[in-house]
């Protein structure tokens, strides 16, 4: 199978909770198709990259590896562009994702890019579907600045290489999949160009870069600031410029490019969302001791229930968070599972900790008593999680008597906060039968499970013949009327 997994846009960033919608995160991501928009003397135009990790392919008969992509440019429902391409693994051993970048000269407008990529070695799969939206705004006769291109790493390439579209200015970039920052980088290469007509060129200018950081509300903090002093003597400059991320912490940054004028009024400005992990920077945080800790609440806490308050906080923090707790439960170490929970809750509550964690604890204690089934805790159960997490959902659809399938229950939210989307769902079933083992098999928010064939799941043990339909020779993913069902009606209506 091949799980093409990420849409996303090189000037806007989406993990589970961006400014705006470019990405859509649908599983663990073996495959990235992103965009920027830049302008030229001859118009604007739209890079598409496409990123396929080889290992994620299923191999032909001849060996052979390989993925296509349809590409489909709408406008005011009009095919304004379509396009084809298949991407060949190398016929080297190299596991390493293997890139390409396609060009489309566009005018000025707003556009709908739909993707759709599959394995060819592996057609039986359903085709993986993205969508995304492009606005295209340039000025000839105005100073401009291009989408900023994130790369994950840059290198020189000789004159042959010159004619590929990842090349600029002699540099190689292979783009930065999901703008995300992984462990074990100290950084990445942004490049952006700089726009100056004819009659604004050989003038001082000064481009400023920022990396921002984002508080609890989404606003913007500026953390680091750096200029460049230039003066543009053709239309396109372009500027290549390396960011450190080892002195940030794990989490959502901007990285904003400034053109000024030399009166230091701004021109033209882009911004970009990347994400960083850097646990070794997080834990150093997260191990300080704040001012308060020596009378904290938490030296009340007994030994026996240091693990139980540490497990129940897991489903709620964010990854940084959750690796270093998950390092502290296996420590054993009193005092430093003591301070990790004091550290938790001065952040939920600077003022008023304790009262955070007894509130908290007691909600843990009642999704405990209500999910909790021989093997483990009710927080750690599938809707003990969700419940944690998201909260009390608005609406609980509790379905025993379905005779096609096992008891099931779908959770309705309105809104979810955390991912800023609305609304969301979440089906659980119960295919053991017994009293608590309920498995989330599919939700419609960010980041969670999805399974385009939940209801083939759920309906699994049906006999009858009318079971399954089939789309265009396509393993089908949903179920024909029978009497009972109503999962997919109760799923919809709600």
Known sequence: MFPLTYLYSMRFYLLFFALSTSLLALAQPKASVGFSTFNSENGPYVEVYLSVERSSLEKSPTGKQSAVFTLLFNQDDQIRQADKIELIAPTDDDDRNFIEAIRYFMPNGKYRLSVEGIDNADTSQLALKLAADIVVDYAQDSIGLSDLQLSAMSYEVDSAGHHHTLVKGGLFLEPLPQNFVKRQMDGFTAY??????????????????????????????????????????????????????????SGRYGLRMSLRDKSLQTIAEKLSIFVVSNPDKDKRALSAKPATYEDSFVHDISPDSLKYVLRSILPIVEAAESDYLEGVIRSDNEEAQKLAISNHFAGESAEHPEVAYKSYLKIVREIDAAFKNGFRKGFESDRGYVYLKYGQPDDRVIVNEDPSAPPYEIWIYNYVERTFQGPGKFLFYNPNLDNASFSLLHSTVRGEIREPRWQRILYSRSSASDSFIDQDGVQGTDVGDHVGRYADEYFADF
């Open 192 to 249: 952006v160009e700089a726009y100056y007509p004819e009659k604004f060129q050989n003038v001082p200018s000064l481009l400023e870069y920022t990396i921002v950081s984002f508080d609890d509300s989404g606003k913007a903090n500026d953390i680091f600031r750096k200029t460049k002093r230039f003066e543009a003597s053709n239309f396109t400059t372009p500027f290549f410029i390396n960011i450190n991320t080892q002195s940030l912490a």
